[in-house]
């Protein structure tokens, strides 16, 4: 279940970040649209005489249509955005005590750094090294390392004491 929280909190913050990239495209189309001077223009024809067109004629003006389209569907993507980020808020709290309830210190700051802070794994490592100094080294493997190493012991432990993944109420 522990590691089953801190996927769904990794996939919840690219939710999150999907979401308000997608906002900020919609923005930037929508304030394209709305500068002065943005209209669409097609060419359509006068007429026939048989099978000859009598001429073109161009027709130009502002797409009210695609533009309320962008506008409630920017409002969808702003509502749905803070549904996602309440979501966000609750994992993340899940996520904190889980990690606060860690017995080793070690593995508690990695876990903090990585998913908490969201950093890489090489920012990770750096700030690793500046907490404890000379004492360790820290690189990105070993971070990594000792962040699957945690899980699967922790996961392994859990099968030791007969759990079997499921809440009990």
């Not at 669409?40 to 099978?51: Q, R």
């Not at 955005?81 to 899940?94: D, R, T």
Request: charge should be positive; hydrophobic fraction near 35%.
């Amino acid at each position: 279940m522990d590691k089953q929280i801190l996927q769904q909190y990794s996939d919840a913050l690219a939710r999150v970040k999907y979401i308000r990239q997608s906002i900020e495209k919609l923005t930037k189309k929508l304030d394209e649209m709305g500068s002065n001077g943005y209209c669409v223009a097609d060419s359509v024809t006068k007429g026939k005489k048989g099978k000859k067109p009598l001429g073109t004629a161009v027709v130009t003006g502002f797409p009210y249509p695609e533009y309320s389209r962008a506008k409630m569907a920017l409002t969808a993507k702003k509502a749905a955005l803070q549904q996602e980020e309440l979501e966000l808020l609750e994992l993340s709290s899940c996520v904190e005590e889980y990690i606060c309830s860690i017995q080793d210190i070690e593995a508690r700051n990695i876990l903090s750094l990585y998913y908490i802070e969201n950093l890489n794994w090489v920012q990770v490592a750096q700030h690793m090294n500046g907490l404890y100094g000379s004492r360790k080294r820290y690189t990105e493997n070993s971070c990594r390392r000792k962040h699957d190493r945690f899980l699967e012991k922790n996961e392994r432990n859990l099968k030791n004491d007969g759990f079997d993944g499921l809440d009990v109420l």
